[in-house]
Nanobody
């Protein structure tokens, strides 16, 4: 059974940083591309970033302008997302997604950006 458990969210002031983690189990993590997606209250899911199976190729939502960094540790079956210079409009539930399939995701971790 695929299990994805996100953590690391919280309340942060505008301009602040957070590091999200996603612990994966139940599948061969090192063979799977992974993505981070998010959902703000009352809105649909939005793709944020993706990384290929060996971590050598990454992609980001254009509007992030280099503020987020996706990475993975295949030895630990863990995916990460470093969020810097956070903006209030980035308040959302953040999820990790196996194979960038929005339907295969964890329970999410809440990121709230507010002063």
């Amino acid at each position: 059974e695929v299990q994805l458990v996100e953590s690391g969210g919280g309340l942060v002031q505008p301009g602040g940083s957070l590091r999200l983690s996603c612990a994966a189990s139940g599948f061969i993590f090192s063979s799977s591309a992974m993505c981070w997606i998010r959902q703000a209250a009352g809105k649909g899911f939005e793709w944020v970033s993706g990384i290929n199976s060996d971590g050598r190729s990454t992609n980001y939502l254009t509007s992030l302008k280099g503020r987020f960094t996706i990475s993975r540790d295949n030895a630990k079956n863990t995916l990460y997302l470093q969020l810097n210079s956070l903006q209030t409009e980035e308040t959302a539930m953040y999820y990790c997604s196996k194979d960038c399939n929005f339907d295969v995701r964890g329970q999410g971790t809440q990121v709230t950006v507010s002063s």
